[in-house]
């Protein structure tokens, strides 16, 4: 088991340039997020999934967008970048359904990027 | 609302020392609450949680206990170690199966040698 994956692992990015940062978990997680942390803050929620084909925003979804076509994979997508972007993104997976293992979410190493 | 409120940190201490860092909630129902550590330049991983009152989570020398009378979910460690250092975020889920967590603003620790 890999668990969550996410690529690249760095990032430089300019200005109005676009790019999708890749998120992967092999563990049949239904419900999928994302978050970016920026330095000396907690974590903000971007969008999540439920499960394939439902997406929600999150607290911060302003200036990315995402998709859910399969299962395992969950991409967020910036289109315009924009120095406010700067941050590390990390990508989370849990399982649904009840018990007590249901509210753990299992997160990926991040994607560090900045927008020059 | 659902909220979580975590000690100002840094927190530097020297190794072998009692560690508390302190965690309160605000909910509305029953919630399971969490303590996640992220290693510098790492992910969050879980590092214990409890899902009722009483309960004491354990882990790595670490435990909290769960307190409904104070709302509180104390992360304590009597000896800590260099290899401790990291940010440390406290957390709640709202309902057993709730779509999101409730993140703490994080507390990172230092351990010097």
């Known amino acids: 088991n890999a668990g969550v994956t996410q690529t690249p692992k760095f990032r430089i990015l300019k200005i109005g340039q676009s790019m999708t940062l890749q998120c992967a978990q092999d563990m049949n997680h239904n419900y999928m997020y994302w978050y970016r942390q920026d330095p000396g803050m907690g974590l903000k929620l971007i969008y999540y999934?439920?499960?394939?084909?439902?997406?929600d925003k999150g607290e911060v979804p302003n200036g990315y967008n995402v998709s859910r076509s399969t299962t395992e994979d969950f991409p967020l997508r910036l289109e315009l970048a924009a120095p406010s972007q700067t941050s590390v993104y990390f990508c989370a997976s849990r399982i649904s359904g009840g018990g007590a293992e249901t509210d753990t979410q299992y997160f990926g190493p991040g994607t560090r990027l900045t927008v020059l | 609302g659902n909220s979580v409120t975590q000690m100002e940190g840094p927190v530097t201490l020297s190794e072998e020392a009692f560690l508390t860092i302190n965690c309160t909630y605000t909910a509305t129902g029953y919630p399971s609450l969490f303590w996640y550590v992220q290693y510098p330049g790492e992910g969050l991983q879980l590092l214990l949680k409890a899902t009722k009152a009483d309960d004491k989570g354990s882990n790595k020398g670490f435990e909290a206990t769960y307190r409904k009378e104070t709302t509180s979910f104390h992360l304590e460690k009597g000896s800590v170690q260099v290899s401790d250092s990291a940010v440390y975020f406290c957390a709640l889920s709202p309902f057993q199966g709730a779509q999101k967590l409730v993140f703490g603003q994080g507390t990172r620790l230092t351990i010097n040698p």
């Open positions: 999934s439920v499960g394939a084909g439902i997406t």
